[in-house]
């Protein structure tokens, strides 16, 4: 099987969880790519009730304002199970994959989507390290934020939590267009200092600012890479 969306016209979804939702980008992939769903269930720590339900505008949708971990002290039973980007959002991730077992229906699946951080052209380099700041400014601030793991890392994660990979999809994005100058994904870097530090920022801050911003004008940045896996309990 070639792509994502390939897999998804085989497999009746059921009941689907779609966990750190967001705006609900990849439950409306689902929504849109499975040969059929039962009902979607987007969880987000933050508010993204108004957004997610206006973007997955399937049927049997319903929002949930909570920590995953919380959330996995419930009785919940779904058949398909995503995150999207957000593995490196999540504190003890591999605690948190092991433990879905728990909400997991027989023959349920769990979808991970995520950027990773090897292999990478040197734009896809300069987006990682800003990814890196961004993130280590986050941390600051009391966001649990980290930069982005590499494939191994994210295989271990999965190992470690009893999944096996059935189906895997790499999209390198390694033609990707890039983006040359200060703005654009530096200049959101910079908001993200302002934030963090209104009254100026460390040095240490400054300097690696400094450099990636002259990074992104000279080399630029691009998308980086992801991978798909489709995922089972052992
Ligand atoms: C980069 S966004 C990904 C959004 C979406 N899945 C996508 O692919 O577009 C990461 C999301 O993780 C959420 N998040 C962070 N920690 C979380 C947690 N412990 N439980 C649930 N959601 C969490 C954030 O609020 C944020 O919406």
Same mark, same amino acid.
């Given at each position: 099987?070639?792509?994502?969306?390939?897999?998804?016209?085989?497999?009746?979804? $059921?009941?689907?969880?779609?966990?750190?939702?967001?705006?609900?980008?990849?439950?409306?992939?689902?929504?849109?790519?499975?040969?059929?769903?039962?009902?979607?269930? $987007?969880?987000?720590?933050?508010?993204?009730?108004?957004?997610?339900?206006?973007?997955?505008?399937?049927?049997?949708?319903?929002?949930?304002?909570?920590?995953?971990? /919380?959330?996995?002290?419930? /009785?919940?039973? &779904? /058949?398909?199970?995503?995150?999207?980007?957000?593995?490196?959002?999540?504190?003890?991730? $591999?605690?948190?994959?092991?433990?879905?077992?728990?909400? %997991?229906?027989?023959?349920?699946?769990?979808?991970?989507?995520?950027?990773?951080?090897?292999?990478?052209?040197?734009?896809?380099?300069?987006?990682?390290?800003?990814?890196?700041?961004?993130?280590?400014?986050?941390?600051?601030?009391?966001?649990?934020?980290?930069?982005?793991?590499?494939?191994?890392?994210?295989?271990? &994660?999965?190992?470690?939590?009893?999944?096996?990979?059935?189906?895997? &999809?790499?999209?390198?994005?390694?033609?990707?267009?890039?983006?040359?100058?200060?703005?654009? &994904?530096?200049? +959101?870097?910079?908001?993200?200092?302002?934030? %963090?530090?209104?009254?100026?920022?460390?040095?240490?801050?400054?300097?690696?600012?400094?450099?990636?911003?002259? +990074?992104?004008?000279?080399?630029?940045?691009?998308?980086?890479?992801?991978?798909?896996?489709?995922?089972?309990?052992?």
């Amino acid at each position: 099987m070639e792509s994502l969306e390939e897999y998804l016209q085989t497999r009746a979804g $059921g009941a689907i969880l779609d966990i750190a939702c967001g705006g609900g980008a990849f439950a409306r992939r689902l929504v849109d790519g499975l040969a059929s769903y039962a009902s979607v269930t $987007g969880l987000d720590i933050a508010d993204k009730r108004d957004e997610f339900l206006a973007n997955v505008d399937g049927h049997d949708v319903t929002f949930v304002a909570s920590a995953i971990a /919380d959330y996995l002290r419930g /009785d919940h039973g &779904f /058949d398909t199970i995503s995150v999207s980007n957000a593995l490196h959002h999540l504190e003890g991730v $591999g605690d948190i994959l092991r433990d879905l077992r728990a909400i %997991a229906n027989a023959d349920a699946v769990v979808i991970i989507h995520e950027m990773y951080a090897d292999g990478l052209t040197p734009p896809q380099q300069t987006q990682r390290d800003l990814h890196a700041l961004i993130a280590r400014l986050h941390l600051g601030m009391g966001e649990y934020h980290r930069e982005a793991y590499t494939r191994g890392d994210i295989h271990g &994660f999965i190992e470690g939590a009893g999944l096996e990979v059935a189906h895997a &999809f790499d999209a390198p994005h390694d033609d990707a267009p890039v983006e040359k100058g200060p703005d654009g &994904f530096a200049g +959101r870097a910079g908001s993200v200092i302002a934030d %963090a530090y209104p009254d100026g920022a460390p040095a240490d801050v400054s300097t690696e600012y400094e450099r990636l911003k002259a +990074r992104a004008v000279e080399i630029g940045v691009a998308r980086p890479p992801q991978m798909t896996l489709v995922c089972a309990y052992e």
